[in-house]
C-alpha cells in the first residue's frame, strides 16, 4: 500500500533552491530543478509496437514460463532450460523496473496534488525528492532501452593490457583493473578472472576478467581502446610527471548460447609453466595453457586455474568470444562503411585521458565528456560516461 503524501518518505529529501511558491497542480512547476511540464505517462493495456512495453503480454509469458519449469521432468537437462531462465530473468527486469516508475510517477502525482492545497517547505522538498527519484529511474530505464542488441545482455570479457613504461605502466593497468571490479561491485555484477600475469614490481602485465551481470557486455563494449593516465610518478624519486598508457579490450562472452563450430585441426595448444605468483602446485607443472586459432592467427592463454583442462577450458571459452567479436565486428565494419561520413573526425585509438596532474579531470575524446572527480571514476563511477557513450553511439555517430 502507498503512503500518504503526509507520510515520511524514505527517500533524501533534496530541497530546490531557490524555495518559490507552486502554481496550481496543471501548471509547469518552474520553481523545480530539471522538471518537464509535460504529463507523465505510462501504458499498461497498450498494444506492443516499438518500444512500447506490453505489460499484459510480458505477465502472460512470465505466467507460461514459470507453468514449464513447474512442468515434471523440466529440469531433467538444465543446459537446455538455460535461455528460458535467461527470459524469465529479462521479464522479471523488465516488470520490476516497470513498477518501479510507476510507483515514482504516482508518488510524484500525490506530491503534486497535495503541494497545490498546502504550500509548505516540507511538500516541496517532498516533492524535488520525488521528482529527483523518478529521475533517476528515468535515466536507468533510457540506459536499458539503449542496449538493444542481442549480444548486449551477454557477460563482457574485460582484457587489459599494460604498455610501454615497465612498472609505471604496470602500476596503471592494475588501477583500470580495480575501477572496472569497483564498477562491477556498485551494479551487483559478479567478476571471475580468468588470466592474470603479475606486473615485475608492481601492477600486472596483462588480465583477463568475466564480468556477468544484466546488461554487462552492452555497458562496457565502448571501453575497448588505449586509455591514458598523466600523473606524478609515485615510483620516480624526482617526482616527475609522467604518461602511462594501457589498452581495454571488451569482448562478448558467448558460452553456450551461440554455437561456434571450432575445427580441431585449426588450433595449436600449447603447454607450458605458470609464470608469476600463485602457489606451489601451479608454478611447479605445466598446467598453463596457449590456444593458437591457425587461420585467424588469434592467440589466448590461460595461467590463473592450478588444473590444465581448467586452463584450457577457460582459453576455449575466451577464444569463442574472440572469434565471435571477430564477426561482430565484420558485420559493424560492413554497415559502418555504407552509412559513415568520410569526413569524419579519427579521434585514433586514444579514447579517454585521466589527468591527475597538473589539475584533475577525466575527458573521453570521443564524446567529450569531463568528470572532474577523477577519483571517484577510478573508484568505478562511470555511469555518467557509459551513458554519454550508448547515446552517442544510438544518435548513430561513429564511435
Known sequence: MRPSPSAAVPVQARRAKPLLTLNHPGAPCTNLPNCDPQPLLFSRNSPPSGGVFDLDRSRRRLEEIERQLAAPNAWDDPEELTPILQEKSRLENDLDRFLRLDRARQDLEDWLNLSGEEESEEVLEHLAAALEALRSLLERAELEILLADKEDRL???????????????????????????RWADRHGFTTEFLDFLDGDEAGIKSVTLRISGANAYGLLREEKGIHRLIRLSPFDSSGRRHT?????DVLPDAGKEIT?????????IDVFR?????????????????????????????????????NKESAMQVLRARLYNRELRKAADEKKAQYQDKDAINFGSQIRTYTLQPYRLVKDHRTNTE?????AVLDGAIDNIIRSLLLYRHAGKSL
Open 244 to 248: 602511462s598508457f594501457a589498452s581495454v
Open 260 to 268: 561456434i563450430n571450432i575445427n580441431e585441426e585449426d588450433l595449436r
Open 274 to 310: 605458470a609464470g608469476g605468483s600463485g602457489g606451489q602446485h601451479v608454478n611447479r607443472t605445466n598446467s598453463a595453457v596457449r590456444i593458437t586459432h591457425l587461420p585467424t592467427g588469434l592467440v589466448v592463454q590461460c595461467q590463473n586455474e592450478k588444473s590444465q583442462h581448467s
Open 155 to 181: 557477460p563482457a570479457l574485460v582484457d587489459i593490457h599494460s604498455g610501454a613504461g615497465g612498472t609505471e605502466a604496470q602500476d596503471w593497468a592494475a588501477m583500470l583493473l580495480r575501477m572496472y571490479q
Open 371 to 375: 568528470e572532474t572527480d577523477v577519483d
